[in-house]
C-alpha cells in the first residue's frame, strides 16, 4: 500500500502493537467481555502505524483493524523515513532487527507521517474541540502539524 492511498483513512495515532489488541485481559464477568467488544467495534476500520522487522529488515507497516478483534498488516511504500530511522526505533523500543516482530513509531517518526499526511487525512481526535482546534493551527501554520 502506498503511504498516499492512506489519505482517507481513520488512522489511530494513539495505538501501537501492544495497545490495540486486548492482550493480556482478564475476562472474569460478562461486562469485561462487552467492554471487549465495544472496544473493538471503535476500532472497527481505522488504521494504525507500525514497524515490522522481519527477516534482518525494518519496514514501515499499517495495521487496519477490525470488529472482531483482528488486524490485517500491510507494508507501506514511502521515502520519507529511511530504514536506519525504523531501525533506530526498533532499538528504541528494546528491540533488535534480528528479533522479528511489530515494534512501535517514535515520536519523531509519528510527527514526519503526520507532517506527510495532515494535508490529505483526518487524524483521530479526541473529540470535535480537538479536530477543531489541529484545523486552526493547520490553517494558521499552513501544511505544518503542531503537537497538541
Not at 528494546?94 to 487524524?123: D, W
Request: aromatic residues 12%; proline residues 3%; contains cysteine.
Amino acid at each position: 500500500m502506498r503511504l498516499e492511498e492512506l489519505r482517507d483513512k481513520r488512522i489511530r495515532w494513539d495505538l501501537t502493537p501492544e495497545n490495540a489488541f486486548a492482550q493480556g485481559f482478564a475476562i472474569s464477568r460478562p461486562e469485561d467481555l462487552e467492554q471487549i467488544k465495544r472496544y473493538y467495534q471503535e476500532l472497527d476500520g481505522s488504521y494504525f502505524f507500525y514497524i515490522n522487522v522481519w527477516n534482518c529488515k525494518a519496514s514501515l507497516a499499517v495495521m487496519e483493524m477490525h470488529a472482531d478483534g483482528t488486524g490485517k498488516g500491510y507494508p507501506v511504500e514511502q521515502d520519507i523515513i529511511s530504514e536506519e530511522e525504523l531501525e533506530e526505533a526498533v532499538w528504541d523500543a528494546g528491540g533488535a532487527i534480528n528479533m522479528s516482530g511489530h515494534y512501535p513509531l517514535t515520536p519523531n517518526l509519528i510527527r514526519k507521517l503526520k507532517e506527510f499526511l495532515v494535508g490529505f487525512q483526518s487524524c483521530y481526535y479526541r473529540n470535535e474541540v480537538d479536530m477543531t482546534v489541529a484545523r486552526k493551527k493547520k490553517d494558521r501554520d499552513g501544511i505544518r502539524l503542531r503537537e497538541n
